[in-house]
């Protein structure tokens, strides 16, 4: 359900049932289901990268499609990540429609053994489409960093998140 | 050039890598596994024939195989466990009398000495090469 520029009321104005469903009913199921999608790994392997340059953390999971409004989104991320050997970068970006985001090394990073990854970024002026988000990363030159993706290992039998969410 | 995919799911990711990497050269940018399998990162730069290599070494590559820094770490890990001696029970610090005296610090520092030598044996563990 799109969301519809309020009216402005004036005094003596009739309240017809289309304008309140229009402007009440419409805008508050928008602000309830804005459009959104999230998925969480459940794998039978861990994922494992040595790429230098950004690549699909996961083309499947991780890589989904919404119908935006036009506006602002939320994109979020939280994993565990290690980086064989504990130090060299990981660097996490994130696509819109192919594009990284970012440039450089990305959004976020992270350093060392067994580390805790979240973060938000906020998407401005993204026109109403549909439009596809894919989550990225790469290393520093001789790392190789592995995310836990629920696949039964030992005390590491995480399921990771990636989620997108219009804001308005 | 798109990334090659090869379904192998048992490899030694850090030879598996240095294989690629000496073939390949600079256009190889690295390698990502998961539930595809294999997948071989190339810039745009790279040929046919440089998919065709990379499609061949992930087929041929030997998971047993190490590299010359997972051999040596395999080694050292062998000797260091060689060396070890295990303690069936390892005395407190109050087993060597009571706090303050001399003998008593002396077994605290060891104790200490030995919970250190157990949490870095844990860390070579986890950062044993890829």
């Known amino acids: 359900m799109a969301w519809t520029t309020p009216k402005t009321w004036v005094a003596d104005a009739t309240l017809p049932a289309s304008d309140l469903n229009t402007h009440v009913r419409d805008n508050l199921d928008a602000l309830k289901s804005p459009p959104s999608d999230h998925h969480e790994l459940n794998e039978v392997a861990d994922i494992t990268t040595s790429s230098t340059t950004f690549v699909d953390v996961d083309g499947t999971n991780y890589e989904f499609s919404i119908t935006t409004y036009g506006g602002d989104l939320l994109v979020g991320f939280h994993g565990t990540v290690n980086e064989s050997g504990g130090n060299q970068q990981v660097h ?56 836990y993706a629920g696949a039964g290992t030992a005390d590491l039998d995480i399921h990771p998140q990636f989620w997108a969410i219009e804001i308005g | 050039m798109p990334d090659v995919i090869v379904e192998k799911y048992e490899i030694n990711f850090r030879a598996l890598h240095e294989e690629l990497a000496a073939a390949l050269g600079a256009v190889f940018t690295g390698m990502s596994t998961g539930r595809s399998g294999v997948t071989v990162h190339l810039t745009d730069r790279a040929a046919a024939e440089d998919s065709i290599t990379a499609v061949r070494i992930v087929q041929l590559h030997d998971p047993l195989a190490l590299t010359g820094e997972q051999e040596a770490f395999a080694t050292d890990e062998a000797e260091i466990e060689r060396l070890r001696i295990d303690y069936a029970r390892f005395e407190a610090p109050k087993d060597f009398g009571v706090p303050g005296e001399l003998l008593y610090r002396l077994a605290e520092q060891v104790y200490y000495l030995r919970a250190e030598v157990d949490w870095l044996r844990r860390f070579i563990k986890e950062t044993r090469p890829l």
């Open chain 1, 92 to 147: 996490f970006n994130i696509a819109v429609d192919g594009v990284d985001v970012a440039a450089d090394d990305g959004l976020y990073s992270c350093y060392g053994l067994r580390q805790g990854v979240g973060f938000v970024y906020k998407l401005t002026s993204i026109d109403a489409d549909t439009h596809t988000f894919t989550l990225r990363w790469k290393v520093q030159t001789g790392g190789a960093a592995t995310l």
